[in-house]
Structure formats: C-alpha cells, structure tokens
C-alpha cells in the first residue's frame, strides 16, 4: 500500500531536499511520483543536459527508503522548443495556436515534437532503468486534460493518415459519413481536414472520426514512450494517470496497454454527492482491469484552487475518501503535492506539507492516515464478480450522443450519475463496462441512452439476456451505426432500434423531446412525463412499477411482445407505455422510454431489486450489516459500502452518527477524531459501533457472504 505523492523537488531549493526526506519519514511516505513537470530543468537548451540534480534527488530518496515514480517528463515542453519549432505547438478550431505559458500547449500528434520527447524519454530510460528506487514509470500526466482537440495542421496531416488505414479508401469514408448530404463528397484524402469553425452544423460521421482519431493519437503517444521505456531495458510497470470518465480519451481502449491501471480524482467538498462521484471513478479503474489492484495517484489533501470556490474538507473527509478508494481496489495513495508551491498556477492547492507548516490540520490528518496505512496488511485483490450489477459506458456512443442536431441535448456524464447514485444509495456494488464487457457475472445490465451500438455488440448483450442476465435499456438506445448512420433494416422493417427491436419487444416511432427542466419558466412546451403503474397487462410475468417523473424524452412506443410496467400518466403521450419488460430466452429486458429524476431513479432501482429473479442474490452489500443492530431500521443512503474480494468498507458521508455492528476483523479505521491526535485502533473484532461523520472501518470478513 504505498502512500506519498507528487514531488516536485526543482521548485525548491537544493537545501531543502534533506527535510523534505525527513518530513517524508515522518508522514509514512513510501513513494512519491518525480520529475513530472521538470523537461526544461532536464534539457535547458536542445543539445543541454542536466541529470546531475535528478541523479541527487532520486539517491536521497534511496537512502530515505522512498520509492520513486520515475515521470517521462513530456507533459509540458519548455518555451524553446515552440520558439524553435512552432510547428509543435497546438491550435484550435479557428486555428489560432497555443502558446507556452502554460501547460499542455503542444501537438501531440506533431512528429518535431514526438522525436524531441522521444530523445527525452530515451535518456530518462538508459539512466535510471535499474536504478534500484524506481519501481514505476510515469508516462505524461493526465494525458488530454487541458488540450483534449487540437485541430493544427499536425493534427490535420496525422487525421488523414489516421482515416486512410481506417477506411482503405476515400469512397469507403464518403459511404460512412453520407458525404453525399450537402455535396461533402470527397475526392481524395489530402481534402479532407479536422471539424474547424464552420458557418453551420459539422458532419457527424467526420465528427465522431476525429472523437476516435484523437483518443487514439493520444494513446499512440503513451505507447511511444513505454515502447522507449522498454527499448532501454526497464522491467518496472508502466503506467499514465487517467481521470476517471473523462470525455475525450476511451479508456477501455487504453487499458489493455497499461501495466497497471492509476487515476487522479478530485471530488468537490462544496457537493455533499461528491462522495458517489469518486465512487463511480473507482469503480470504473476496478472495471478497466477486473480482478487487478489499481493505483490511486493523484487527490487533494485539503482545498483545490481551479474551482470558482474551492472549499476545504471537512475534518476526516480525506482519509475517508482514501478508505473509499482503497476498499474499491486501489493499492495506493498519492496526494498532489508533496509540498506546497510557492509560485504558480497551483500556490494555492493544497499539499502534504501546508505552506502554514506542521503545526495545522492537515499535516496531522497526513501523519496519522501514513502510520495507519503502514499498519494495514497486504490486501487481497478485488474479486472479478464483487459487482454483479453493471452499468454501460461506450465512449464512442458518448461521442456520437453528445454532438449536435439530435431531438434534445443531452449529458452522458449526468445519466451515468443518475443511475450510478441511485444504485449506490442503495447500497449495490457497479461495475462500469463497456458493452462488449458485459460479462456472465452480471445479474443486472443497465444500458441508459446507448445511442450507438455496433452489431457485435447488440449480440453480444442479447446473448447474455438469452443466457439469463436481466437488463434495463433507454431511452435513445440502439438507435446509429458506428458511423452514426441509421442501420439500413436487414428484414426490411422500417424504423429505428433495428438490432433490439426483437430483444426488447417494443417499437419506437418517436423520441417526443420535452424541455429541460433547467430551463428558464418563459421557455414553453412540456417539460415532465410522469408516469405510473399499469394495470392492463395481464401477462403473467407483469409487475406494476413505480409511480415517477421522467425528462427529456417521452418516446412514443407500440408493444410489440413487451409487456407495460408502468405508462405515462399525462402529456401528450398520456396512457401510453414508459417502462417495458419483454421475456427473451432464460432473461428479460425492460425499456424505460424517459429519463428519470433522481426520485424516479431511486423507485426504478428499487423495482428492479425486488424482481422475484433475483430473490436470495444478495445484490446489495449493506445485506451483511443488516444481521446486526441499527438505529433506524436500515443502512442510511449516506453510508457507503463497498467490497473488496473478503474486505468489507463502511463509511459515513453523512452529518449525523450512525450506529452499525460491522461482522470480520478490524484492518483499518479512520476518523476525524483520531486524526486531531489520536493513535491509530488496535485491530479487534468488530462489534456496535457509532461511525461519526466521515469515519470509515475496513474489516476481513471471516467466511465468504453469499
């Protein structure tokens, strides 16, 4: 369980290293993550070199026991390189560049830039490849986050190459993106270049192409560096820093390229659902690499400064938020930074080290979260099955969702919160998997808003319910091609949702788009749907469901083999189906036409919970607590519980106590209480306790829950 963070020693004089490594010690820091912003100390000039001051850092580390995450270096190039080559630099939409100054303000597709961190990584590589305190290799950092387009002419000329191996042809990508629609058509490839400012709406097939170009034209640079890495004889894991469900880059796509899974997150104090936030962002670095620990290198110890407020955890919130990542999988726990900067963009971020110094409330919450994780035993890894509820994300159906020119604007991010925090209020562990992922595990799918869907993987799910599993779709699902194209009907019927037409049992004529809620009030049109049980399907597997209100889209459906569990109450589409359920081989699966509030997520969770398939399944993990004493009835919406293989977490992200009798073997409390001066816990068995806000237990359970 390593515990340090980023250390940026440069900023610093060179007599302030040896406390550093003191303070360090002091803090239980066992590795820390260097030279990630440090190019233009390691290469003053293009035929400059400077180790020497690296080569000190990294043997004072040594010395102090310290691991080191050893960076390539290449996230933010030095000013001489743009003054030299220009070329490297990136540009947006109107073709204006960006210039140093910053951070991130190169072409990564660029091959100047490319072959100057090539030189960089290479050097970094031969010299530190056996170097006995790096244990891990650092490629980029959060690769995309500023910058995730870039449209100059590197990007161009690399766009077309990208498209040329994609298509064979250029009539082959006329025939994708329907060029023939507003006379697009292209006679050759060198024609073609990225979605730049446009007088009007761009089109969807060039602009989901580039979505995809650059996803991979980042990744194509990550494995650039680990090839270098590689070439120069390093066996330690490589790795690069993601950030959870971040737009621009498919990190299913990425995974199977990474030694080890890592991510930054940086859940907002000001938002009391934060907490479920960095659940789902832990969740899905478990999914990338089912069964396999994941390396958490990058949060807050206290305040942030990008925010336009950056508010403080509260007491306890920290450690708490360390317990959750570890109890959903994560071997690490790495901080940004190490100590607080004096100058920069970042002077006011938090750090380990406070510029206020050791005398306050974070360096105390630090020291006691290290000298309690240096107490905590080798963890097992997560379990491939400790989720048997899943919830898709596609990054090319988010790509494709959130261009322009549909029936309503909607937010991919916010219906995967939707469903993810109703299901996490709940107390059910979530995998977040792409479609091809859905796995025989799985008890429970929920596919919201999977607006492009590839025939494989159509199959691939229909299979699945075939075989048994149980899934939730819609609404706007099944609707494009992976060219975001309508399908061309393979039996000659009309309409859309050609692939699962006969899996959901249904037929969708319209999408009927309502207002946002959001809205302001002179805005006019209908804006709710709400909807209630049905009480005219007499199919023996019918279950009336819940009473809600949905958004956005009230689609039109005509049963065509589903039966209506629920139906709209009012609007235009009053008495007509919201919610389906269609029998498909030993499984079904269910279509809710609307997407639902927060409440009516909550109600939908429920119903789908109390199906009669999944009786004695154990979907939800707060079932193990429930054996002992509450104080109100059942395990509030506010405490977290999470499992890790054998070790269960519980957290209170509440305001109030809560009182639970947690069964296994204590490995690790943490509270707010404690960190003000207390001495971590003795490991006891565990009994009644009262977890005060932010407490968190992690406990071994002695025999495996069903």
Sequence with gaps: MHYGADYNPEQWPESVWPDDIARMRDAGVTMVSLGIFSWSRLQPAPDEWSFDWLDRVIE??????????????????????????????????????????????????????????????RRLAERYADHPAVVLWHVDNELGCHLPLDYSDAARDAFRVWLADRYGSVDALNEAWGTNFWSQRYRAFDEIVPPRLAPYSH???????????????????????????????????????????????????????????SDDAYPDPNDPESFRRSALQRDLMRSLKPGTPWLLLEQSTNALNWRPSNAPKAPGQMAALSAQAIGRGADSVLFFQWRQSRAGAEKFHSAMLPL????????????????????????????????RVAIV????????????????????????????DALHERHVMVDIVSPSRVAPHHRLVIAPALYLLTDDDAQHIADWVAAGGQLLAGPFTDIVDEFDRFPTPSDGRPGYQQRWRDLLGIRLEDFGALVSPDAPASEPGERLAPFGPSTDDAAPDARPGPHGVGTLLAEHLHL?????????????????????RHAHGAGAARYLATLPDRDTALALVDHLLADPVFAGAHLRESEVLRRGQLTAGDVPGTVEVARRGPVLTVINHGSEPVTLQIPGRVLLETSALASAGGAPSARTESEVRVLAPYDSIMTLLDEPTP
């Excluded at 990744?219 to 971040?246: E, H």
């Excluded at 994300?393 to 919160?417: G, M, R």
């Excluded at 209506?564 to 007509?576: H, L, P, V």
């Design 560 to 580: 065509a083999g589903a039966e209506a569990e629920a139906r709209f109450s009012a609007g235009r589409r009053a008495g007509d189906p919201a919610l389906t």
């Design 203 to 261: 089109n969807p097939g060039q602009l989901l192409d580039f979505r995809r170009f650059t996803s991979d034209t980042l990744l194509s640079w990550y494995l650039q560096q680990k090839q270098t890495v590689r070439d120069a004889g390093a066996r330690q894991p490589i790795t690069t820093n993601m950030m959870g469900a971040f737009k621009p880059t498919d990190y299913f796509a990425w995974a199977e390229h990474m030694d080890v899974i």
């Design 356 to 387: 206020a110094g050791t005398d306050t409330r974070t360096w105390r919450e630090v020291v006691d979260l290290g000298a309690r994780l240096a107490a905590l035993p080798e963890l097992p890894p997560p379990a491939v099955d400790d989720a």
């Design 60 to 121: 004072l580390l040594h010395e102090g026991g310290i691991a080191v995450d050893l960076a390539t270096a290449t996230a933010s190039p030095p000013p001489w390189l743009a003054h030299l080559h220009p070329e490297t630099l990136a540009a947006d939409e109107r073709g204006a560049a960006y210039w140093p100054g910053s951070r991130q303000h190169h072409a990564v597709a660029s091959p100047v830039y490319r072959r100057y961190g090539l030189e960089l990584v």
């Design 393 to 420: 994300l596609d990054w090319p159906s988010w790509w494709a969702l959130e261009a322009p020119d549909h029936p309503v604007a909607l937010d991919q991010q916010a219906i995967l919160w939707r469903w993810y």
